[in-house]
DNA sequence: ATTAACTTGTTAAAAAAATCACAAGCTTGC
DNA sequence: GCAAGCTTGTGATTTTTTTAACAAGTTAAT
């Protein structure tokens, strides 16, 4: 197989198996098969030969995959073999815990520069970088080569963060505030919020009880 | 329709559907259709309706929906009509983020206790909070009503939090940790990675691109 | 060199989820 | 009171995703 539609719930579970494959290179693990990794993950063994299968053949019959060699062409098909720069608007509670988040530089993203519009936090030096106004980043982004947005505004001030990235021909958006927004089709935009998460286990308790 | 077994995606969209109708109940929208929550949610305006069919019937055919009532309805049907109590393991960057984070008691959820196993945090006071070694899970969780475990330790001392958790009769848990854990089956696990979105992102700008 | 034991990649089948389409029901205006 | 205009809830249909099954390829032992 290769190319065709890209189902979404497969990149999530790629992204398992960069972790699990991973933790199983340190652990000194240097091939694997389709069944071990499928336990590892708590999938369907056919499901990751599947999900492989649509960015190429990267394993050897009778034998498996060998651990980082598939981790590499992984990294390959989703595109993060490489450095992705962000730009981050909002610098409160949730921005200020990303720019101390250590694991963006590990997992190949940087963030480059920070935007707030309180006057308060405008000059704000953050480690060598200092907060400046969003309207700078329709100048900054071409020149800092900024790819990525990335949205921790309160929910009021997402849609206007959002027009600043897209008026500054960012290419993504990543967006913490609780609220959608409104951008051109060719923009992917992705919503996180943990509580999802919270709320799933709340649901799953509570219907285990009844 | 009423129960049955309802897709995990259903979840994840409920609790879009909240965010929005809170939103637009702000904006002093008191009732709305299936057909414009649906364009502000980005979804299908059949699948809200049959999603929320899952729960019971909270719309009046010919008028819609009254926003707030719906709003409860759905806090209801997910179980999130009332105060979970969380038990905290893991106190460093993520750990701490969490512990800063205003929405917890906003959204239902309280970090009643937090645990870490570094002999220089425990002791350390954390609002109206100490930090204790999770050996006092055990005992703690039953007299504090711990429901939910919130796994934020690095990722090879995740398992270790989890064999606590379990221990304590933790009730369901949330992984900030990189790492995949074992626990009983009729423990509900939800891993959280934001990491997964910027994947995500990337993917979606490189394919773009060809 | 042949057999036995594995494991992948892929086609076919099954299951699940999303969408369509419409009867049933509410509201308003005349 | 009735018709016209909406909008829900839900059975039928379509689409998508997951799982099963197996031919093709690899390795190791005899």
Redo the contacts with the bound molecule.
């Keep these: 197989?290769?190319s065709e539609?890209i189902?979404?719930?497969?990149i999530g579970?790629l992204a398992v198996y960069i972790q699990v494959l991973e933790n199983l290179l340190r652990d000194g693990n240097d091939v694997?098969?389709?069944?071990?990794?499928a336990r590892a993950c708590s999938?369907?063994?056919?499901?990751i030969?599947?999900?492989?299968?649509y960015f190429g053949?990267?394993?050897?019959?009778?034998?498996?995959?060998y651990v980082q060699e598939l981790i590499t062409s992984i990294k390959q098909s989703l595109g993060i073999d490489r450095v992705w720069k962000c730009a981050l608007i909002g610098v409160g509670n949730m921005g200020t815990a990303l720019l101390r988040h250590h694991d963006f530089e590990r997992r190949g993203f940087q963030i480059a520069a920070a935007f707030d519009c309180d006057p308060d936090k405008i000059g704000l030096e953050f480690g060598d970088m200092e907060i400046v106004c969003p309207t700078h980043l329709k100048e900054q982004a071409p020149e800092m080569g900024l790819e990525i947005g990335i949205i921790a505004t309160p929910p009021d001030r997402a849609q206007r963060a959002a027009n600043h990235l897209v008026d500054a021909n960012i290419r993504g958006i990543i967006n913490f505030a609780p609220s959608r927004i409104n951008v051109p089709p060719h923009i992917p935009v992705e919503y996180v919020d943990f509580f999802d998460h919270l709320y799933s286990i709340a649901f799953q308790i509570t219907l285990g009880n009844d």
Tied chains: 1, 2.
């Design positions: 197989m290769k539609h189902p979404k719930a497969t579970r694997i098969s389709s069944e071990k990794l999938v369907n063994s056919s499901q030969r599947k999900d492989l299968a053949e990267f394993g050897v019959r009778g034998v498996g995959y």
